[in-house]
């Protein structure tokens, strides 16, 4: 059977695979010129090592993703890096029940009571009963005002700002179920991880097509070789490619035909590629609401967080920044040609006016909020980098499950299986991975 699947992040990457060792023709159009989607990486000319646009790190139990990596021999590095928290211009350490325990900024009764909140969220194997609470009722009722409004507030509105108080309990309970304190990360970076995946698949005959922008997929009567009629699926699509000058040029463009399609995209680039969807089926997905992600990257000749700290969250309604990352507290700054690697990250509407920014005027907006966590940090500044996207996070409203659209689409045998299709989990490169994994195994069952 001929499938296409659009887009090679992690999602068509694994499903790709599975695919290709069932014997099927595999061929990937991604639009950009290397894959892995929102993890992918980038390398500067000294770097051993490539670094995502966007930190990334695996939780020890992001089992799919793991396993996939061991399958194909991609070594994997844990650690336990720290966390941390930045209240009223303190950092404090904050990825133990100790540490909660011993938080001074609240009374221990106060603390006890956010300790078995958290806690009864962590043991709780059940989500249903969840996705029907918001989590700002909740978590303001059982772990009281001043825990709410000094913690938990705070980081829900930095992350999902006018959403924060749609956002279900379910979503919440993922992020509390999920996280270990121990990471993981791929050597050498998600990048490599991606094209060890993309050897692999070529090994199996899978095609692939970088730079390759799908602008539209369409159910068609294909006529065969000897004057039948079949129902096909046409896709056409364009290829950059560079020009001396570095100017970039559309090529002419190219039609496919297949059996199948796999589409990743976010719903709203495939409703715009997909003009024969009925208008029922687009209300739908234009229903799903989504933020934009906006990573500045700081390379510094010495540390930022130098208590050592990687994941910095900030209980800070008004700062401009949700959260600091510093991947070099995570992974050896050696690989990276003993750069300091710091992340600074916000979810945004994509018309929120940093969307539109260039990362000079950015730092500008930031540096009050960072001088006040290292004063000097400017005077090591080597270089500086933004990166945008305009959909990273789907919002998790209350009875999430039903929202969700189904795999297969209006579209004869194409089907749907992207980022607003991860649940109960919060979405991540490991569910992206099952995913792929999981529309492989319905494909195959059809075929
Ligand atoms: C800031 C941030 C932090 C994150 N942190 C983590 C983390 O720590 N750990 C973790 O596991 N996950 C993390 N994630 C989530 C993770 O990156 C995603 O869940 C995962 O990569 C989604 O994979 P996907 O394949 O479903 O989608 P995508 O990665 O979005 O892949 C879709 C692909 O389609 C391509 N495409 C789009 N339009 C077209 C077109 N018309 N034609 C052809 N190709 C097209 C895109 O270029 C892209 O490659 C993070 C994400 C962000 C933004």
Redesign the pocket.
């Known amino acids: 059977m001929k499938i296409a699947i659009?887009?090679?992040?992690?999602?068509?990457?694994s499903a790709a695979l599975a695919l290709s060792k069932n014997n099927h023709e595999i061929t990937v159009?991604?639009?950009?010129e290397y894959?892995?989607?929102?993890?992918?990486g980038y390398k500067e000319s000294l770097w051993n090592w490539g670094l995502e646009k966007?930190?990334?790190?695996?939780f020890t139990n992001?089992k799919n993703?793991i396993s996939l990596a061991r399958e194909i021999r991609c070594e994997i590095v844990t650690k336990r890096p720290k966390t941390s928290i930045i209240a009223d211009n303190h950092i404090y350490k904050f990825d133990s029940f100790f540490d909660v325990l011993t938080f001074p900024k609240l009374n221990m009764p106060d603390k006890l009571r956010m300790a078995s909140v958290l806690g009864l969220l962590r043991y709780n194997p059940f989500w249903k009963p969840l996705e029907k609470v918001k989590a700002v009722d909740f978590l303001q009722r059982t772990m009281g005002n001043k825990a709410y409004s000094l913690l938990w507030e705070p980081q829900l509105k930095n992350k999902f700002g006018r959403y924060a108080d749609d956002i279900s309990l379910c979503w919440f309970w993922a992020r509390i179920k999920k996280r270990t304190s121990s990471l993981s990360y791929p050597k050498g970076g998600f990048l490599e991880f991606a094209q060890k995946l993309v050897s692999e698949i070529k090994k199996r005959n899978g095609e692939f097509y970088f730079n390759?922008?799908?602008?539209e997929i369409r159910n068609v009567n294909h006529s065969g070789k000897r004057g039948t009629s079949a129902s096909r699926i046409l896709i056409r699509?364009w290829t950059s490619q560079s020009q001396h000058d570095g100017k970039e040029v559309k090529s002419k463009e190219q039609k496919f035909y297949f059996d199948k399609v796999i589409v990743?995209?976010?719903s709203f680039?495939f409703l715009?590629?997909a003009p024969q969807l009925p208008e029922d089926y687009r209300r739908r997905l234009q229903n799903l609401k989504g933020l934009g992600?906006l990573?500045l990257i700081l390379r510094l000749r010495q540390p930022f967080l130098k208590d050592g700290t990687y994941w910095l969250s900030v209980c800070n309604k008004n700062a401009p920044v949700m959260a600091v990352v510093e991947h070099t507290n995570f992974m050896d700054k050696k690989y990276y040609n003993n750069e300091h690697i710091v992340y600074l990250?916000n979810?945004l509407p994509n018309n929120h006016p940093y969307m539109k920014m260039s990362a000079n005027e950015l730092l500008k907006v930031y540096d009050p909020f960072l001088r006040k966590i290292n004063q000097n940090y400017q005077l090591s500044i080597i270089n500086y980098q933004l990166f945008k996207?305009p959909?990273?996070?789907p919002i998790i409203s209350n009875n999430y499950s039903q929202l969700m659209p189904p795999f297969e689409t209006p579209l004869k045998n194409v089907y749907l299986?992207?980022?607003q299709q991860?649940y109960p989990w919060d979405?991540?490169?490991?569910?992206?991975i099952e995913?792929?994994e999981k529309i492989a195994k319905i494909i195959s069952r059809h075929c």
Do not use: S
């Open positions: 659009i887009g090679a992040g992690f999602t068509g990457l159009f991604e639009k950009d894959p892995g989607g929102l993890a992918m966007y930190y990334h790190h695996w992001d993703a390759t922008e799908v602008t699509c990743t995209l976010p680039l715009k590629i992600a990573n990250g979810y996207a959909f990273a996070q299986a992207n980022i991860v979405r991540g490169t490991n569910y992206a995913l792929g």
